[in-house]
């Protein structure tokens, strides 16, 4: 049977977290339930943790234990349903960001540029957008924007006109049929890394990933208790930006406001200045973990102003 999905940076995420034995806790990204599993390990019986995942997939690997809830949500609720089950603060969030392992071995979810499979890429069977519609219905001008800046790529326009001649004759509905399309706009020697960008763009757009992620960072600063810990794990650069702007400087831009007085106002202090990364050993045997950025702060105490 495949591995689910191998968690990274395990050790160093708990560490992050420092966790409390009777705290609340929340792991927004559950998947296999890797990291939930170790900080159930470190909690006492009356410790608590939350988790969300908005892949059905991932319920069924639910670990049956009474201080665990599992929501089948997208982690952008995260504040209205820690209320609903009873926690106005908490004492950490941890997010594992992206896709896991199953869902990219999973040909049908079209994630992967190294199966044919059809090009869904949704996350959540709940959203209705997947990225065939994308790539079959947006104006030329979208799929530019979204090329350039989720997949960053030189160029966007090339890329945007042969995918709607391409669609003009037939609708691409499969991973196969997008890769054959873009091949040849790919920058020689670098195909895969062209491929998978533009991958990584549909993907983004599919599931609304940096705004969600913003809506997390937003939450968790009014979430967490003073000395509570955000610990967030980003695998691409756009990613890491909204994550070490927003623990620098409680805003995305990462410009520190100050007061009068000349005290800035951020609602974070920095646990590790530089992204924590993998061991060399960790990368030899998962080399998903290869690109981890792992951020850590802690939330400051009597600091009530609002994340913007
Ligand atoms: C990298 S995996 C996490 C793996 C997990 N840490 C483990 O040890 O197995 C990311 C998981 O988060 C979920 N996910 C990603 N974005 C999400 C979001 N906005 N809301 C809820 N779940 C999300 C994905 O469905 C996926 O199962």
Redesign the pocket.
């Known amino acids: 049977m495949l591995l ?5 940076m ?1 050790h160093e995420c708990m560490e992050g977290l420092s966790i409390k034995p009777d705290g609340v806790y929340v ?10 599993r170790e900080i159930l390990h470190r909690l006492n019986e009356t410790g608590k943790l939350i988790a ?4 059905e ?2 319920l069924n ?1 639910e670990i049956n234990d009474p201080r665990l809830t599992l929501v089948h ?4 609720y995260i504040t209205n349903f820690c209320r609903f089950y009873g926690h106005a603060h908490v004492d950490g969030i ?1 997010a ?5 392992s ?2 990219l071995d999973m040909a049908e979810k079209g994630f992967s540029t190294r199966f044919d499979g059809v090009l869904d890429m949704r ?2 069977q709940k959203n209705e957008r997947t990225a065939a519609d994308i790539v079959n219905n947006y104006e030329k001008e979208e799929l530019v924007r979204i090329f350039r800046q989720y997949g960053e790529i030189d160029h966007a326009p090339k890329v945007a006109t042969a995918i709607i001649n391409q669609r003009s004759e037939n609708p691409i509905e499969t991973t196969t049929e997008l890769v054959n399309t873009i091949l040849p706009y790919a920058p020689r020697m670098r195909e895969n890394k062209f491929t998978a960008q533009v991958f990584q763009a549909l993907r983004i757009e599919v ?1 609304q ?1 940096l705004e ?2 913003k809506e ?1 960072l937003r939450q968790s600063a009014e979430l967490l208790k003073p000395e509570g810990r955000l610990v967030v794990m980003s ?1 691409h650069s756009l990613e890491d930006r909204l994550v070490k702007n927003f623990m620098r400087a409680g805003n995305f831009e990462g410009v520190v406001e100050k007061d009068f007085y000349g005290n800035p106002q951020t609602p974070f202090k920095l646990v590790v200045r530089k992204p924590v990364t993998a061991s060399e050993e960790e990368i030899t045997a998962n080399n998903r973990a290869r690109s981890a950025k792992l951020r850590i702060a802690e939330k400051i105490e009597f600091n009530n102003k609002s994340a913007k």
């Not at 689910?4 to 990274?8: I, R």
């Not at 949500?73 to 952008?76: A, D, I, P, V």
Request: aromatic share 12%; no cysteine; charged share 15%.
């Open positions: 689910y999905h191998n968690p990274v395990l792991d927004v990204t559950y998947g296999s339930g890797g990291h939930s969300f995942d908005q892949d997939d991932a690997n949500q997208n982690f952008s941890l594992d960001l992206g896709v896991s199953h869902q996350m959540s599931n990933e969600v992620l997390l695998y």
